[in-house]
């Protein structure tokens, strides 16, 4: 597990330093914690990183909905889900 704390900057360090902030973002694949007044006040990684974070927060998404469905009952046998879907795509 990476620690934050090693990961984090002031954000003059931001101001002076962007575009080797963006080369080791890109190359390390490590989120950088900006503080402001001794605060922190934002994450910044590569696009990569986002798009993966993204990607994988849809997933749970989808699994938690799915969860909840089975919690409440609202599922069906695969055989009449395989029927159902052969009938609509016969449709189609």
């Known amino acids: 597990m990476m620690k934050y704390s090693t990961q984090i900057k002031p954000i003059s360090y931001l101001k002076a330093n962007a575009a080797e902030v963006m080369r080791e973002l890109a190359e390390r694949r490590r989120p950088l914690v900006i503080t402001q007044?001794?605060?922190?006040?934002?994450?910044?990684?590569?696009?990569?990183?986002?798009?993966?974070?993204?990607?994988?927060?849809?997933?749970?998404?989808?699994?938690?909905?799915?969860?909840?469905?089975?919690?409440?009952?609202?599922?069906?046998?695969?055989?009449?889900?395989?029927?159902?879907?052969r009938t609509e795509k016969a449709r189609g």
Request: charged fraction near 30%.
């Open 37 to 85: 007044n001794g605060e922190a006040k934002a994450v910044i990684q590569d696009v990569a990183s986002y798009e993966e974070t993204q990607e994988t927060m849809a997933l749970l998404k989808i699994l938690a909905l799915g969860n909840r469905q089975i919690e409440e009952g609202r599922v069906v046998p695969v055989k009449i889900a395989l029927k159902r879907l």
